[in-house]
């Protein structure tokens, strides 16, 4: 008996747009998954020494649109959650861009965070641009989703 070709075709493309195929792998799927979800974000800005600063990351996106918020335990005050929504979010095919700004735990003024990076499955890993107090730092941020 012959296959129907019309009947195979359609399921092979299906099959292989979403994944499910013959090569897909983990990844493949998570990447489909875009950006939306909870995100364990860790930053290092360097100066004399390596600075590092944890956060949850949380990101919905909708057809290029993408909006979220930055939260963490403050350092001063450990019982002190703090959130900020993201500003000037959006995301350009896997890379994603977003700033972030908020007053400092103690003392006066604000810090904002430039986040740019690329996503690959479920982690992203870029750069960040702190700016503080008259001075702008730089390094590396990375974040992991959390399978929720």
Do not use: C
């Not at 909870?38 to 930053?43: A, D, E, G, M, S």
């Not at 949850?56 to 450990?78: C, D, E, F, H, Y």
């Not at 003024?109 to 870029?126: A, C, F, P, R």
């Amino acid at each position: 008996m012959k296959p129907n070709s019309d009947i195979l075709l359609p399921i092979l493309a299906l099959t292989l747009l979403t994944g499910s195929g013959i090569g897909a792998t983990v990844g493949d799927v998570a990447s489909v998954a875009g950006p939306t979800g909870t995100w364990r974000v860790v930053n290092g800005v360097n100066n004399s020494t390596q600075l590092r600063f944890e956060y949850t990351l949380r990101l919905n996106s909708n057809a290029g649109t993408l909006i979220g918020t930055l939260s963490k335990v403050g350092t001063v005050s450990k019982s002190r959650l703090s959130q900020w929504e993201i500003r000037d979010a959006k995301i350009k095919g896997s890379e994603i861009f977003f700033t972030v700004t908020h007053p400092f735990d103690a003392g006066s003024g604000v810090i904002t965070w430039s986040y740019k990076g690329n996503l690959t499955g479920d982690s992203i890993k870029g750069k960040v641009t702190k700016e503080a107090s008259g001075e702008t730092r730089t390094g590396k941020w990375s974040a992991e989703r959390v399978k929720e």
